[in-house]
């Protein structure tokens, strides 16, 4: 057609658009490979199937991290401090449950369960 340098142009137009693929990729990876925690949604998610449990009186900590496409998930909640250990386990394994059910990608969700002390100190 006469445009000699149109070829030279979208060579390097091309290789732009690799190199940026590749950084992305990268990027994306690292991310991976060092335990990044999950988007806000996820974590809302999990607070409100948290919540809709009965028995718990507080939830003391959530941690997620992704490792590959899964989720894993540390819960630690505060239960009655009165009610006896089958009861409790049986709160933890409701989250659990609940979780691992509604949240897709969640690979694994560990439970931890701390006695509920009124003046929110534990022994």
């Not at 974590?43 to 199937?49: F, G, M, P, Q, T």
């Not at 009655?80 to 409790?88: I, M, N, P, R, S």
């Not at 049986?90 to 560990?110: G, P, Q, R, S, Y």
């Amino acid at each position: 057609m006469g445009f000699l340098a149109l070829d030279s142009i979208a060579s390097i137009a091309i290789s732009i658009f690799i190199i940026k693929a590749g950084i992305d990729i990268f990027i994306e990876t690292i991310r991976q490979l060092t335990d990044e925690a999950c988007d806000d949604e996820t974590i809302n998610k999990i607070y409100n199937a948290i919540n809709k449990q009965n028995g718990v009186m507080r939830i003391d900590e959530v941690k997620t991290r992704k490792f590959g496409n899964k989720i894993y998930v540390d819960v630690e909640i505060s239960a009655d401090g009165d009610k006896t250990l089958f009861e409790t386990h049986k709160i933890a394994e409701n989250i659990h449950d609940t979780i691992e059910k509604e949240i897709e990608l969640v690979k694994h969700c560990m439970v931890h369960v701390n006695p509920y002390m009124e003046n929110n100190v534990r022994k």
